[in-house]
């Protein structure tokens, strides 16, 4: 499907849920509450006419006012893809894991868990990998963070 | 005498009946070395691309007896080619401590000689790996060319030679 067949035929399934954000790109890019994730991407997965089977990246995203996880779906089947993203609030930054759907989003989801703290709700295993194993110093990707051997870049 | 005993560190006598040449143990032993200096693959990043470069048949690192074996039990020399992080560090100290005396160490690139582009602002990587191994030869660049690394490890081999037997590095792990 085209772009604008995907926004048109999302939107008539989905609609009053998610909300186009109009963008430049070849793909539709869609914001989806948090408690419409597991739903949305259920519909996405299994309609015959999207199959959007692949997963191809799932990353977390700090703008300073709020928490947003983006996920890239492709389909091999139909050849077209989609963006969608959904906001957390920087104080409760959780949302239910896509494991069941995608169990591409397994290590995804454990680096955005680990280098953001965004939990992800029903992981069956977030546990640490990236950072060392004896790593004390809480999430380093959120803005805000302040690490203890990090030597600032010098003003010029 | 077929052997042009100006070359080596030798004290050739003529002998009745030929075939004996006085030396030490320790020059023979460390020429040998020098001419078979085996080294431990460690590519972690771009470094490691130059490295292969090297090995691969235009520059040729065989012909100075260089050849990479990927175990540290076979090596002498730890060429650590790219970034070490903070979770990589106990594994390139690990490696390190595997290696049988003699053992030698060169830091190839920015990155394994001070953290590189990575020593500001990361959370990440370590800045240098003489933080966790005493390294012998540091070779600049990002990353250095072929010619660099093999200049590298001739002056590796001439440290080597250098060397005595009683001062290799005794290992203290007990």
């Known amino acids: ?156 | 005498m077929g052997v042009n005993d100006d070359k080596l560190p030798v004290y050739a006598e003529s002998v009745p009946g030929g075939g004996i040449i006085t030396t030490q143990l320790n020059k023979i032993f460390t020429l040998t070395q020098a001419k078979s200096l085996w080294y431990l693959l460690f590519g972690t990043a771009c470094c490691a691309i130059e490295l292969m470069a090297t090995g691969a048949s235009r520059y040729d690192f065989d012909r100075l007896g260089m050849i990479f074996r990927a175990s540290p039990r076979q090596a002498d020399l730890m060429i650590v080619a790219g970034t070490i992080t903070y979770k990589m560090a106990p594994v390139v100290k690990r490696l390190y401590d595997q290696m049988a005396e003699p053992r030698y160490v060169l830091a190839m690139g920015g990155c394994a000689i001070g953290g590189g582009p990575f020593y500001y602002d990361s959370y990440a990587v370590l800045r240098g790996i003489d933080k966790v191994i005493p390294v012998d030869v540091y070779v600049p660049g990002c990353p250095p060319r072929p010619e660099a690394l093999l200049q590298g490890c001739l002056e590796v081999g001439k440290k080597l030679r250098t060397q005595k037997m009683e001062d290799w590095r005794v290992r203290n792990d007990g």
């Open chain 1, 1 to 156: 499907m085209t772009k604008e067949e995907l926004i048109a035929y999302i939107q008539e399934n989905f609609s009053g849920k998610i909300e186009l954000i109009e963008n430049d790109m070849a793909e539709p890019y869609f914001l989806v509450p948090a408690g419409e994730i597991v739903a949305f991407s259920r519909f996405i997965h299994d309609d015959t006419k999207l199959l959007l089977h692949f997963l191809m990246n799932l990353s977390g995203v700090d703008t300073k006012e709020q928490f947003e996880v983006v996920y890239n779906i492709c389909s091999y089947r139909h050849k077209h893809r989609i963006f969608f993203k959904t906001v957390l609030p920087y104080d409760k930054a959780q949302v239910d894991t896509v494991i069941g759907i995608w169990p591409a989003a397994n290590w995804y989801e454990r680096e955005a868990w680990e280098l953001f703290g965004i939990t992800f709700v029903g992981h069956p295993n977030l546990k640490r990998f990236l950072l060392p194993d004896d790593w004390d110093q809480g999430h380093p990707l959120r803005k805000d963070w302040v690490g203890r051997d990090v030597i600032p870049f010098p003003e010029v």
